[in-house]
């Protein structure tokens, strides 16, 4: 098994450095593939960063509390426990050259590149745009550049309907990423979106995933159908890819919310105090979800839904656009609220509120 490079990813897009809040698998301990290595939390999101295969934990660069950058290396996963980093060329890499300063995400990118260091201009500080222009430039002349390089910017997204053109548009206005193309089941190779190339269906994942673009976005909404939704996330975990929360600019999210990762927050959205957001849960346009609420994994507010105070909702929820749901109200998993409801009291697992009623009826 060749050994593989840990990097951390791009937790929220508007902050390029997380805090590595916890180690959970130590220098040398062996792992098995989707254990959990550890946990980074920014100011609004928090991520748990997986094996994305067996084998042994080596070379941690960090320590619990530090701050990590995107794109740099957190550890290694190796075939063996005695296996060093220095017998990997770790210690090899090139020193900077003399009057060359670089940001970790900019110098990560160049040396994935094996861009010349001595060819950036000494003194002022090299960002990671200064470098992909360096490369868009090396491309223009020619010159060789390995197939496969690592971009902490780079997303995918799958699905080319309503939801993936929201999402395209989200991701535009965010301009902290760059779209790599879209895969779609359904939409031929070479078929445009918004501008943007159809890259394949579901077989193209490992060879994208290959060429360095280890982020994406789940655009299936699943209304009607969560276990579509579900089915994509489980293909982009197989391929090795990892899904951020997304935050629309105009969106409000408190500072004291937590989104898990593979969350969705559209335009206008609010998120209040302290509430929990589950994995792959989609809070659309215009929906509340006011202080203490928790969502359960896949659930998905339609726009202009609101959530009271102290709501919990289950796994797999769907609740319908301009559904009003009170104080303190749990809605079991799997349960499906019509739009325009007005929910007052506890909602069973897999029950149907009809659209424009009133819970109970």
């Known amino acids: 098994m060749p050994t593989i490079s840990i990097l951390a990813p791009l937790v929220n897009p508007n902050e390029p450095e997380a805090v590595l809040q916890v180690i959970y698998a130590p220098d040398r301990q062996a792992v098995s593939k989707g254990d959990v290595l550890c946990a980074l939390e920014t100011t609004k999101s928090t991520m748990e960063v997986e094996a994305p295969t067996a084998g042994y934990v080596v070379g941690w660069r960090f320590e619990q509390g530090q701050v990590v950058p995107a794109g740099e290396r957190l550890c ?16 090899s890499q090139s020193p900077l050259p003399a009057g060359r300063r670089f940001t970790q995400p900019a110098l990560a990118l160049a040396r994935e590149h094996d861009l010349d260091l ?16 360096a490369i868009q430039g090396a491309r223009s002349k020619g010159l060789a550049l390995p197939e496969s390089a690592f971009d902490p910017t780079a997303i995918l997204v799958y699905g080319g309907g309503g939801h993936g053109k929201a999402l395209i548009e989200l991701l535009r206005a965010q301009g902290s990423y760059r779209i790599a193309g879209l895969v779609d089941d359904g939409i031929s190779i070479g078929a445009q979106i918004l501008g943007l190339p159809v890259l394949g269906g579901r077989d ?22 969560t276990g ?16 951020p929360a997304l935050i629309h600019h105009t969106a409000f999210v408190e500072s004291s919310a937590q989104l898990s990762p593979g969350v969705q927050v559209l335009p206008h959205a609010y998120v209040g105090s302290q509430a929990v957001i589950g994995f792959g849960s989609i809070i659309n346009t215009g929906a509340i979800v006011s202080h203490d609420c928790v969502l359960g994994e896949f659930a998905n507010l339609s726009p202009g839904a609101i959530l009271a105070g102290e709501v919990q909702v289950g796994s797999r929820v769907l609740v319908g656009m301009g559904v009003t749901v009170n104080l303190q109200v749990k809605i079991g998993a799997g349960a499906r609220i019509g739009n325009g409801a007005t929910v007052k009291t506890h909602v069973p697992e897999n029950a149907v509120v009809r659209a424009g009623s009133t819970w109970p009826e």
Not at 83 to 91: K, L, Q
Not at 118 to 133: C, Q, W, Y
């Open 228 to 243: 579509a939704r579900i089915e994509v996330f489980r293909r982009l975990a197989d391929a090795g890819f990892t899904c």
């Open 76 to 91: 290694y996963i190796a075939d063996s426990a005695e296996w060093s980093p220095a017998e990997a060329g770790e210690s």
């Open 204 to 225: 193209a994942l490992p060879e994208i995933y290959k060429q360095g673009v280890w982020l994406a976005v789940n655009a299936v909404g699943g209304i009607g159908n």
């Open 118 to 133: 001595e060819s950036f201009a000494p003194g002022a500080l090299i960002t990671e745009a200064m470098v992909k222009e």
